[in-house]
């Protein structure tokens, strides 16, 4: 059987308008306004999907991990209702504006104490923060190979076949299990959960742990502290440019974007 491990964070709803955000200056966080919905992160969801239609080609086993300070756990709960075997949550204050190498070895350590596995699979980057660092920095933790924004996975006897996304297209990669790989957006978006998937997965229980669980050196936490937070300001300016005519009028353009040695 194929042991899948998929690493999920509960981020705050990207599609908030950024008008409902509010940044604390000290803390170096962001507040978040009244009625904003905690959701799983997007890019984790497609690596859910993933790893779900990888369960489907072949017989395996999906062990969902979510780590912060403190989950909401109707959100992670949604990996049970699609289809997801066990969940693993790891809640600890020192995970409070935890940096991605934070993040990284908590998870790394809580894999290491799972035990076995042939395939972690994470999104390609957080929606909040968008570092895109994780899932390597667990990869790098373990000693394993990864490969990032994957758009197909195939597994095949002990090797995991990657089409990486590229700007220009894509390219193939194969590696040896145990891998990790991060997925893009380009995968499927995940399943909606039916009612009968949805009332299991309220009864099912789950796997809590703290970080004194995990066997960590609190050595190695928050080497890394933001330096400035803040949501970028926007001066747009406009200028009109007309003329008699069409042609007039794009000649005046054409000067006015030479004088301005925009050409």
Same mark, same amino acid.
């Given at each position: 059987?194929?042991?899948?491990?998929?690493?999920?964070?509960?981020?705050?709803?990207?599609?908030?308008? %950024?008008?409902?955000?509010?940044?604390?200056? *000290? /803390?170096?966080? =962001?507040?978040?306004?009244?009625? +904003? &919905?905690? #959701?799983?992160?997007?890019?984790?969801?497609?690596?859910?999907?993933?790893?779900?239609?990888?369960?489907?080609?072949?017989?395996?086993?999906?062990?969902?991990?979510?780590?912060?300070?403190?989950?909401?756990?109707?959100?992670?709960?949604?990996?049970?209702?699609?289809?997801?075997?066990?969940?693993?949550?790891?809640?600890?204050?020192?995970?409070?504006?935890?940096?991605?190498?934070?993040?990284?070895?908590?998870?790394?350590?809580?894999?290491?104490?799972?035990?076995?596995?042939?395939?972690?699979?994470?999104?390609?980057? %957080?929606?909040?923060?968008?570092?895109?660092? *994780? /899932?390597?920095? =667990?990869?790098?933790?373990?000693? +394993? &190979?990864? #490969?990032?924004?994957?758009?197909?996975?195939?597994?095949?006897?002990?090797?995991?076949?990657?089409?990486?996304?590229?700007?220009?297209?894509?390219?193939?990669?194969?590696?040896?299990?145990?891998?990790?790989?991060?997925?893009?957006?380009?995968?499927?978006?995940?399943?909606?959960?039916?009612?009968?998937?949805?009332?299991?997965?309220?009864?099912?229980?789950?796997?809590?742990?703290?970080?004194?669980?995990?066997?960590?050196?609190?050595?190695?936490?928050?080497?890394?502290?933001?330096?400035?937070?803040?949501?970028?300001?926007?001066?747009?300016?406009?200028?009109?440019?007309? /003329?008699?005519?069409?042609?007039?009028?794009?000649?005046?353009?054409?000067?006015?974007?030479?004088?301005?040695?925009?050409?």
């Amino acid at each position: 059987m194929l042991n899948i491990i998929v690493c999920v964070k509960v981020v705050i709803d990207p599609e908030a308008p %950024a008008s409902t955000f509010k940044i604390d200056p *000290v /803390g170096l966080r =962001v507040i978040p306004g009244q009625g +904003i &919905p905690p #959701v799983l992160n997007p890019y984790d969801e497609n690596s859910l999907e993933a790893a779900l239609r990888i369960k489907e080609r072949q017989p395996g086993k999906i062990t969902v991990i979510s780590a912060g300070k403190s989950i909401p756990k109707a959100v992670v709960k949604k990996c049970l209702a699609v289809g997801a075997d066990d969940l693993v949550v790891i809640e600890d204050d020192i995970f409070e504006d935890a940096d991605s190498y934070t993040t990284a070895y908590l998870l790394a350590a809580a894999i290491k104490k799972l035990g076995e596995y042939d395939l972690i699979l994470a999104g390609r980057m %957080a929606a909040d923060t968008n570092a895109g660092q *994780v /899932g390597s920095g =667990v990869a790098e933790l373990l000693d +394993i &190979p990864s #490969v990032t924004v994957a758009r197909k996975i195939e597994v095949n006897d002990g090797t995991v076949r990657v089409e990486r996304s590229l700007a220009d297209g894509y390219e193939v990669v194969e590696v040896p299990s145990p891998c990790l790989v991060t997925v893009s957006h380009e995968q499927s978006e995940l399943r909606a959960a039916n009612v009968k998937g949805l009332m299991a997965a309220q009864k099912q229980p789950f796997t809590t742990w703290h970080a004194q669980d995990l066997a960590i050196d609190m050595n190695r936490i928050k080497q890394n502290k933001p330096l400035k937070l803040f949501i970028p300001e926007r001066d747009v300016q406009c200028d009109r440019v007309e /003329g008699e005519t069409p042609e007039e009028a794009g000649a005046n353009l054409a000067l006015k974007l030479r004088q301005s040695n925009q050409i």
